[in-house]
């Protein structure tokens, strides 16, 4: 909308910053006139009772317009190949990995050696787990930043980062990196001055002078971190105040009611735009507004702090999409992608959690009813928006699918994830998984899975059992678990070291800053001798290696795999096959997945029922040809086997 006081008094600014509106800087000033409405907006909705509002607005955009100043030439050029695709990262030839730079390659400079590597496996997209300073045994995976402009010592500099940055644009590959925008470490500059009593500061966080207000806020806000951060709140000896710890006790929750802290981490966010980040992972969306009487998750305004973000970043820096870390209920995951006038204009991407975990109940159950009963959500995402698809992170698998999907799958939800639970944390006599349950919580009865993709298929027990029957079973179904996110639509994000099949490492229990979180049992440190076996015939590695590549390949080959929102999932003739197809321009791809430990049959029908009837398919996967049956003939699936048929 135009509003003209607003409108010449950003023109105004513009002005004053020497922005050349007809000249050069044109299409900035485009932008800016077309988000102008929005961005105020939302602002105000936010900040219209704090008695500084107006004047920090001119700070807001300020913040934008030096962004953009910033912003180098060959970036800007980037945004607009990109803006010239539309949507880029909905692409079929993006494919991601995840992974710490230390545990990978020791640093960020010995990074730029391994590029070669994630070409050989076909990896194009790097997520590089936080690399920001961070205090040493006080920093949850790096997630808990002291400085976010300087990265840490232990991964080199920033100009390695730089460095990394450009060899990565001229290999065409992009990079991923994260913002802790909820909190920061109680060694952060905010938070010193914070303690040392300097009120400015007390009001980055939420200080409270006794336990009476944070009691009332831990009678409706969970724990997440219930064994070894119980509480949301902590006690700061040296300035005798109580401040909000919603993780760890060392990571202190940011204060969005205020607006300069909003506008202190825009610029933190511009300033990651401008190191060359194509994808910003927004750590922990769900968890930047807190009200008292709720869970202080997922609430209105923390939806609409994302949409102020995202229309801010349009204008300064486009070629940068958000991928919101909200891995919440399915329902609330959906509302990242933004809705009603903000659809598809909150975040790019959102992680696929609910299918993760679906994935692995499907593995555990051998029974596809459960997946199925929660697609009704997953399908609505909106046209323009992707997930991050993948089986393994370097967090947890939380079972956050809803208890409703699981009854209307027939099943009694409690005993259900019980089952689940025992399965993946080995405790069940007929499960070859093994792993450990993590954060869990004895007043609700929750807990979350850790455990490497290999060890949690099996492949860690077959091989201490030295049964290579067990082996070909478990690779098998690491496999079956990453074909099947690899073509779901959305970006695969590979997890490091799942490509070789890494087992559970269990040095963390050495580290005292790692001890308490079993979650670094699946965060392994890379062995290249290991991975040098990738090349020798035979091994596990090499098969692991060989065929997680080859999937890969498939999908860059496929343009109809690209996330068009077009996924179709197939009757369920049989309870234990997963079956979607991915269609466009008349092509398409039938991916059916046998998720149980027997041979499964599909009945031909499973192909003919949508569109017209193919009479024969290709499997992309296996190379054979199939002439399409009869209706009462089937298709047969070896254990755990899988097919990408196209026809
Ligand atoms: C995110 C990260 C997780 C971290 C948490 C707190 O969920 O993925 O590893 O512990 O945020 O920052």
Redesign the pocket.
Known sequence: MYTFGVHEHINALLKEQKIDVGGEDNLFYTRMLANTAPILELYLQLYEHHPSAELLFDDVVKTIIVAYQKRTAVLKQRDIQKLEKEYWFLSNEINGMSLYVDRFAGSLKNMQTKLDYFEELGINFLHLMPIFESPANES??G??VSNFRKVDDRFGSLEDLLQLQEEMRKRNMYLML?I?L??TSHKHEWAIKAKAGEKKYQDYFYFYNDRSVPDQYDRTMPE??PESSPGNFTYVPECNKWVMT???NY?WDLNYTNPNVFIEMLDTIFFFANLGVDILRI??PAFIWKQLGTTCQNLPQAHTLLRLIKQCVQVAAPGMALLG?A?VAPKEIMKYFGNDHYTARECDFAYNATHMALQWDMLATGDTKVMLAAQHEILKKPYGTSWITYTR???DIGLGYDDAMIEQAGFEAYAHRRYLKDYYSGTHPASPAVGALFSSNPKTGDARISGSLASLCGLEKAINNNSSKDIDESIQKILLMQAHSFFLGGVPMLFYGDEIGYTNDYSYLNDKGKSY?N?WMHRPVIDWQKNERRKQEGTVEQRIFNSTKKLLAIRKQLDFVSDQSNLTWITPHNVHVAAYIRESNSKRLFAVFNFAGSVSFLTWFAFKEKGNAPSSLFDHWSGETYAVGNDHEFFVLPPYGFALLEG
Do not use: K, L, T
Request: net charge negative; proline share 0%; glycine share 4%.
């Open positions: 949850d995976g997630y808990a994260d802790v909820n909190h997440i971190f919603v993780f760890h990571q750590d922990a870390e891995i992170c370097h967090d979180d979650r």
